[in-house]
């Protein structure tokens, strides 16, 4: 398995990154499964921040 961070960004109340994991077959490296996901924070400017 391997991960890779594919973008970073900001808006006032949020940081977030974009990651890409993809899972390999280790006798022949053929990709078998990749997942695509969205991790946001928030940062304490935001008014749902407690």
Same mark, same amino acid.
């Given at each position: 398995? %391997?991960?890779?961070?594919?973008?970073?960004? @900001?808006?006032? %109340?949020? @940081?977030?990154?974009?990651? @890409? !994991?993809?899972? #390999?077959?280790? #006798?022949?490296? @053929?990709?078998?499964? %990749? +997942?695509? +996901? +969205?991790? %946001?924070? +928030?940062?304490? !400017? #935001?008014?749902?921040?407690?």
């Amino acid at each position: 398995m %391997r991960g890779e961070v594919l973008a970073v960004g @900001e808006t006032p %109340r949020t @940081e977030y990154l974009w990651y @890409e !994991s993809i899972l #390999s077959d280790p #006798s022949g490296g @053929e990709g078998l499964a %990749r +997942m695509l +996901m +969205m991790l %946001r924070f +928030m940062k304490d !400017s #935001s008014p749902a921040w407690q």
